[in-house]
């Protein structure tokens, strides 16, 4: 097996929402295997660069607030970019029916309508130059359930994996892979209410053949294959990462 085959040295990857958690897991995973790694965000990824360029690592900080889904349409003109990790996103939690247009519509704006100009933008910029790269889109677990108390959130994850399988079948042809991530429960922000409720807690865990919640740095190394020589004709996947609760 050709010992450069995970190898990422040359490549170039924008991770959005890389200032923490599992964004911030990406972009360490990206740049351990070489990877010149532009974290960002809406707020400062200061301690991402740190982390890597700590390690010996390349990385650089961009502010992106994707609240503008057109936030990253000049972003990949001329930049050397060969990787897109498409990570930021929100959750508005409140009963379907209460649920109000201003939180549906920021969620939405974000986790969907956002990623998909995003890859847009990125993969016109490819096809122009006649190079090849990879796309790594963060679905979730509600790509396929429905969730409770978050119906945009639930929408917008389905979207992803569709965006993800409709980008893939476009851009074959032009050696772009488009692949998703669809994680179970990580411990991250965005789970931190779940995690602080023992009821919630217990019943989730109590779901998880693995027994336990998934780190950021189990997807870390998931979107580094996906980036890498060993996945080049993987394309159009929604690889689960959920501690094997989808098999249940």
Known sequence: MPHDLFSLTGRKALVTGANTGIGQAIACALAA??????????RPCTDTVQK??????????MRLDFADPMAARDVFSGAGFDLLINNAGIIRREDSVNYSEADW?????????????????????????GTGGAIV??????????????PAYTASKHAVAGITKSLANEWAPHGITVNAIAPGYIVTNNTEALRNDPARNNA??????AGR???PSDIG???AYLCSKAARYVTGAVINVDGGWLAR
């Open 33 to 42: 295997q070489g990877a010149e790694v532009i974290c960002a965000g809406r």
């Open 52 to 61: 890597i360029t700590a390690a010996g690592g390349q990385a650089e900080d």
């Open 105 to 129: 519509d920021a969620v939405i704006d974000v986790n969907q309508k956002a990623l998909f100009f995003t890859c847009q933008a990125f993969g016109r910029e490819l096809i122009a130059r």
């Open 137 to 150: 889109n963060i679905a979730s677990l509600l790509s396929f359930q429905g969730g409770i108390r978050v």
């Open 204 to 209: 989730i865990l109590a779901r998880i053949p």
């Open 213 to 215: 919640w998934g780190e």
């Open 221 to 223: 190394g998931t979107a």
